[in-house]
């Protein structure tokens, strides 16, 4: 018995209708970026592990459930994966290629796919798709604003009404060295009610714990965040006043907000601001984007001490919470024959067509002239150019509109205007 084949658990394939939306997302968060000066970076799936190691962080979860790693093929061999997420790799980027040295201040953005070696479930697939954007070499607030900013705007763009936005600080390496301590202080007392994963998070890095996914860790989390966080005691001057001035811009934005004093996200880079944008549509996994400042990931990996921030949206995630269909783009014109002799004029003219910027095709299945036009018109196809004997001997092919059934013969060295005319219009045989 021959083996049938489906596709790997927690990955996903785009039917037509999917890709098309797909595509129309990557437009639309491509032309936002853009506006904004945003300039478009491709980079390779495959990095060395430590790229994550030393940026996100050992005891984070990308690190340590999370990232594909390649089976080596020689001893030789780096330790390669496949990337779980896009800002440390546009840093090893930056870096490799020494950027900061050309200039003092870059923007990039990038769409691509990202992995994840953990179980599959609804909203959190094995493979992803990420819209994404690091600004590098500011430490402004007004650069934290326009993340947040362009980042709701790729969303209005798309049609994403229901969102709310989460935002919180981490203040700087040593306020966020602080709130470790207060955190590890009081949840010692509470140790025995944590999972194992938090018990072990606990020694190694407290912070990690607020990112816990079960129900009564989270609950513990809260509780510490609304007793010890609520006054940002932690904070310096500096960081705590940063904060007010972002929060004070985005009211003047008419951006609406939530101060989530327990947002922290997975990453061990963020420093200073941190948010999350999140839809009550897609269930437990609620964030279809986050973002944030990273002021020492740069030197972390090896640089100078450089600011930057960004953000990413999750494309299937965008996808589940619009929650519709896509048609993919259809032929404004098809070709069909009568009888065998004509295919080849026909597919000569196809391509004319074609080379003329129309978007056209025709029957490679043989089928009766009653065949070729119950598939245009399943396909929704409003203009049919029909070649026939006796017309073609004269020059002329008919132009039929599939709508009104109305026809008319053509020269066949108008028919290229005539189509482009009548599809420009949008009313058909005049």
Do not use: W
Request: proline letters at 3%; hydrophobic letters at 35%; charged letters at 30%.
């Amino acid at each position: 018995m021959i083996k049938t084949y489906k596709s790997i658990r927690g990955t996903y394939d785009f039917n037509p209708d999917e890709a098309s939306l797909f595509n129309k997302i990557a437009e639309k968060g491509r032309h936002v970026l853009a506006v904004y000066g945003y300039e478009e970076i491709i980079l390779p799936v495959l990095e060395e592990e430590g790229v994550f190691i030393r940026s996100v962080g050992e005891t984070t979860d990308i690190v340590e459930k999370q990232i594909f790693r390649i089976a080596k093929r020689t001893e030789a061999d780096s330790d390669i994966v496949l990337r779980p997420e896009g800002t440390a790799q546009v840093v090893r980027f930056f870096l490799e290629h020494a950027l900061h040295k050309q200039s003092d201040f870059h923007k990039f953005s990038y769409i691509g796919p990202m992995f994840r070696g953990e179980r599959p479930q609804k909203g959190r697939l094995r493979q992803f798709h990420h819209i994404g954007a690091e600004a590098i070499g500011s430490d402004s607030i007004f650069l934290d604003a326009e993340m947040i900013s362009m980042s709701l705007k790729i969303l209005d763009e798309i049609g994403i009404a229901e969102r709310k936005l989460h935002i919180n600080t981490l203040g700087c390496q040593a306020d966020k060295e602080k709130f470790m301590s207060l955190l590890k202080k009081d949840l010692s007392e509470r140790r025995s009610e944590l999972c194992d994963d938090c018990k072990r998070r606990l020694e190694k890095n407290p912070l990690r714990i607020l990112d816990c996914k079960e129900e009564h860790c989270k609950k513990i989390a809260a509780s510490f965040c609304q007793t010890e966080t609520s006054g940002k005691g932690y904070l310096c001057d500096d960081c705590k006043n940063k904060f007010q001035e972002l929060l004070k811009l985005l009211e003047s934005l008419n951006i609406a907000y939530i101060h989530n004093p327990c947002l922290v996200r997975g990453l061990d880079y963020y420093t200073n601001t941190v948010f999350e944008i999140k839809s009550e549509s897609l269930g437990s996994q609620d964030a279809i984007g986050a973002g944030g400042r990273y002021n020492n990931l740069i030197k972390n990996l090896g640089g100078p001490e450089i600011p930057a921030c960004g953000f990413a949206l999750g494309v299937e995630r965008i996808i589940l919470a619009l929650n519709k269909k896509e048609e993919p783009p259809k032929p404004d014109v098809f070709m069909a024959v009568i009888g065998e002799n004509l295919r080849e004029e026909s597919f000569r003219l196809l391509q004319s067509l074609r080379d003329a910027g129309v978007h056209c095709d025709m029957d490679y299945c043989a089928k009766s002239l009653k065949g070729q036009l119950r598939y245009a018109e399943k396909k929704g196809i409003k203009l049919v150019i029909l070649l026939a004997d006796e017309e073609y001997k004269q020059g002329l092919v008919i132009l039929k509109d599939m709508e009104t059934s109305e026809q008319e013969k053509v020269k066949k060295e108008d028919i290229i205007d005539t189509v482009r005319g009548a599809i420009a219009d949008g009313e058909g045989i005049a």
